[in-house]
């Protein structure tokens, strides 16, 4: 219970303050998709919060997104708010273990594109170590030729 708790507590100051996010299976939209390049900001991701660097994290993000947690609630933050709400997390935590996969990307059109995915996280936080796993669904747009995160759903 206490694990659970403590990881919805990271989720929670995540949302609230800033709206967070952080390889597996990749469903294709097929053809000549850019399935690659969708999964390619993922991977990035997940290198970013494991070396807790807060630029290549926050560069995957459009200038303006949306955060929603599991209960529907909806947060727009900007790229600078949700800088400093993981600056926050990493001066109080630690993930040795953030992993996004079951990836399963969805195009809708050439400029957009929906990722379904399984964020199985190892967090250190207030003197303990707790594990989770949820499931997200982000929202992507190519903007200037870049695929940036505009829209993430905690769903499970």
Known sequence: MRRVV??????LVCV???GC???GGIGSGGGTLPTAEVSAVFD???QAVIAED????????AYESTAVDLYGNSLTVSREVLKEGWEYLFAVSNFPVYQIIDRQIVFHGSIEATVTATVN????MFGEWNSSTSVYRWALRRVDGRWLIYKEEQLA
């Open 6 to 11: 403590l990881v919805g507590l990271v989720l």
């Open 16 to 18: 609230s303050v800033a």
């Open 54 to 61: 807060v630029e290549a994290l926050v560069w995957n993000f």
């Open 21 to 23: 996010t952080g390889g």
């Open 44 to 46: 990035q991701i997940e």
């Open 121 to 124: 996280m190892t967090v250190y």
